[in-house]
T-cell receptor, first 114, second 113 residues
């Protein structure tokens, strides 16, 4: 069985500041990990995914995430927040080889202020 | 039309009504999914179809009935729903049901009165 915990349902940062969204996972097998973003009134869009290759994964819109097995974490970061980054972000995990069976976290809403 | 589309975008129905949600993907994918997104709860996978065959039913109540007539279309038939079924229903598709990225539609916001 697998699960995902996203710490902080709401995160607020100033424009230009570092964005850090936390995700910890639990999985009985080596996991595949994903970050999705959901803008208002839209579906989810894949930001990036870890599939057991490089532990530092770069995604779209300047986001990246690092897989840390020892910490069972897959935190999402962006060096400089932009107003357009305001959205809800979801971390998800799936057992290796079965990306169709995603288990999602509860989401973190990112607010970007001037 | 590109990507994954869903209709209607908003639906209000009474508990005795029968309605259907429609999803269409224009990506040539072979796997399609229904998810339920409720406030303050994780996204819940409901059904998975691969090549029109249902491969996953995540203990969904029978008042939700999926239909996949072909790889491009997916329906969710609704009948005698409860107010707690009010949620955003998201459809997704992927090339296959394995490692491929899922592409999501914008969802249907369902309100059950």
């Amino acid at each position: 069985a697998q699960s995902v915990t996203q710490l902080g349902s709401h995160v607020s940062v100033s424009e230009g500041a570092l964005v850090l969204l936390r995700c910890n996972y639990s999985s009985s097998v080596p996991p595949y990990l994903f970050w999705y973003v959901q803008y208002p009134n839209q579906g989810l869009q894949l930001l990036l995914k870890y599939t057991s290759a490089a532990t530092l994964v770069k995604g779209i819109n300047g986001f990246e995430a690092e897989f840390k097995k020892s910490e069972t974490s897959f935190h999402l970061t962006k060096p400089s927040a932009h107003m357009s980054d305001a959205a809800e972000y979801f971390c998800a995990v799936s057992p290796t080889g079965t990306a169709s069976k995603l288990t999602f976290g509860t989401g973190t809403r990112l607010q970007v202020t001037l | 039309e590109t990507g994954v589309t869903q209709t209607p975008r908003h639906l209000v129905m009474g508990m005795t009504n029968k309605k259907s949600l429609k999803c269409e993907q224009h990506l040539g994918h072979n796997a399609m999914y229904w998810y339920k997104q409720s406030a303050k709860k994780p996204l819940e996978l409901m059904f998975v179809y691969n090549f029109k065959e249902q491969t996953e039913n995540n203990s969904v109540p029978s008042r939700f009935s999926p239909e996949c007539p072909n790889s491009s279309h997916l329906f969710l038939h609704l009948h005698t729903l409860q107010p707690e079924d009010s949620a955003l229903y998201l459809c997704a598709s992927s090339p296959m049901g394995g490692l491929d990225t899922q592409y999501f539609g914008p969802g249907t916001r369902l309100t059950v009165l």
